[in-house]
């Protein structure tokens, strides 16, 4: 009988005690306006170390009317501030020394790496981000084929920051889409990981006041070795990739027509791809089987696609160009003696026990003796209201005219 008072009171000092939790004060002692958001942060190798670069809006332009373009305040929305140290540690501090508002990395959601560090190792980049807290552990990491610094400059024509450029070729899966936690996971387990790789070059832009800008764009993946660039994949055999790590979203795939040899393009959708070890005293087997819908894009050939018959030829073409892609990214980082697309991942979370007997020799077995079973299953389900190629319809009729 004695309970039941003390539970009341028990749940009266908790319903008092809420309103005290709440106005306890935010998660931080500082303030919003003495705070400098990261958007993208950018890491080169230099002379006495590390240069760090730094991209963040400038908030003073971000509010509607004094923005570039409106006549009352002129200049971009974002601005960046590069310095260098002995690590990113002090490069860092370097930085802070020379701004007004404290750094925060809670918003960077980019992280590029020049080549030349690549090179010699990314670890310095994970083990700062693994020591700051407010990072965005899902914040994508990107490699450049030259120095990084430049990509602070690339021009934004349909978008307001640099980041949000780099950003969308992973958001829209035209290359490999890795976050910072997946390569810290591959670190752990070995270092080897496969990373989008970026290109810098200088195009014209028209409506700019300065014509020359610096453009970017993927030109296929950077393969890590122990944590270190050891070589690349080329645009095609980065998108085979992307079949094996089941990233695919929309991809354009051409392939000849069976009857006459002329292009036939399809646009990819559904991928689905699904990988599975296979142990045995004799070898090792990993399965990889992929399914996805395809859509007739256009065609230059006089081919039917009505036809059960052709229409079975073409997608046999398909099929055989998706396998190509698929075994050539393997195959390429199997000369590298790296696991890139983490195959060991399926074994010791299917066969742990094997895994520990297997592990101390896996780069031997990857590139020497692992066998695999690649299916892919594309079905064409779009064949467009055309029975027949434009092309091959107008031709007849303009030589005639002639």
């Known amino acids: ?61 971000l509010i509607p009317g004094t923005a570039e373009g409106t006549g009352q305040q002129e200049g971009k929305a974002h601005s960046y501030m590069t310095q260098a140290g002995a690590d ?38 994970l083990e700062f981000i693994g020591r700051n807290a407010p990072f965005y552990l899902n914040s994508k990491i990107y490699v450049t084929t030259e120095k990084a610094r430049d990509i602070a400059t690339i021009a934004t024509v349909s978008e307001r920051f640099p980041s949000d450029v780099v950003a969308a070729f992973s958001q829209f899966r035209s290359t490999i889409d890795t976050a910072s936690k997946d390569v810290m996971a591959a670190n752990y387990n070995g270092g080897d990981a496969v990373l989008p790789l970026l290109q810098l070059d200088k195009i014209r832009i028209e409506t700019e006041k300065e014509k020359e800008q610096t453009w970017v764009h993927p030109v296929g993946a950077a393969v890590l070795k122990e944590g270190r660039m050891v070589g690349m994949l080329t645009m095609k055999e980065m998108r085979g990739g992307l079949w094996i ?16 040899g ?27 089987e992929t399914d996805a819908d395809a859509g ?8 039917d696609l009505e036809d059960p018959r052709m229409l079975k030829l073409v997608e046999q073409s398909l099929n055989r160009e998706i396998h190509r892609r698929i075994t050539g990214a393997i195959t390429k980082t199997r000369s590298m003696k790296t696991d890139a697309f983490n195959f060991s991942s399926y074994i010791d979370w299917t066969y742990p026990r094997q895994w520990e007997r297997i592990k101390p020799h896996w780069r031997e077995i990857y590139a020497e003796s692992l066998a695999f079973s690649v299916r892919p299953d594309v079905k064409i ?13 107008l031709t007849p009729k303009r030589r005639d005219e002639k």
């Open 1 to 61: 009988m004695k309970k039941a008072p003390m539970i009341r009171k028990a749940v009266m000092l908790a319903v008092f005690s809420l309103p005290l939790l709440i106005l306890s004060g935010c998660w931080s002692s500082l303030e919003l306006n003495e705070r400098l958001f990261v958007r993208m942060l950018i890491v080169d190798k230099a002379e006495q170390g590390i240069e760090l670069t730094l991209v963040f809006p400038l908030p003073n332009r």
């Open 88 to 125: 990113i540690g002090q490069a860092y501090r370097n930085i802070q020394a020379n701004l007004t508002r404290r750094i925060n990395f809670g918003q960077t959601r980019v992280i590029v790496v020049g080549r030349e560090l690549a090179e010699e190792g990314i670890e310095p980049v």
């Open 381 to 393: 389900r779009q064949i467009g209201t055309i029975k027949e190629s434009v092309v091959n319809t």
């Open 296 to 303: 007739v894009l256009s065609s230059d050939s006089n081919i």
């Open 262 to 288: 002329k292009d036939i393009s399809f646009m990819i959708r559904n991928a689905h791809t699904r990988t599975k070890p296979k142990l045995s005293r004799s070898r090792i087997l990993i399965q990889i």
């Open 245 to 260: 790590l089941g990233k695919l979203k929309d991809a354009e795939i051409t392939v000849q027509s069976p009857t006459d």
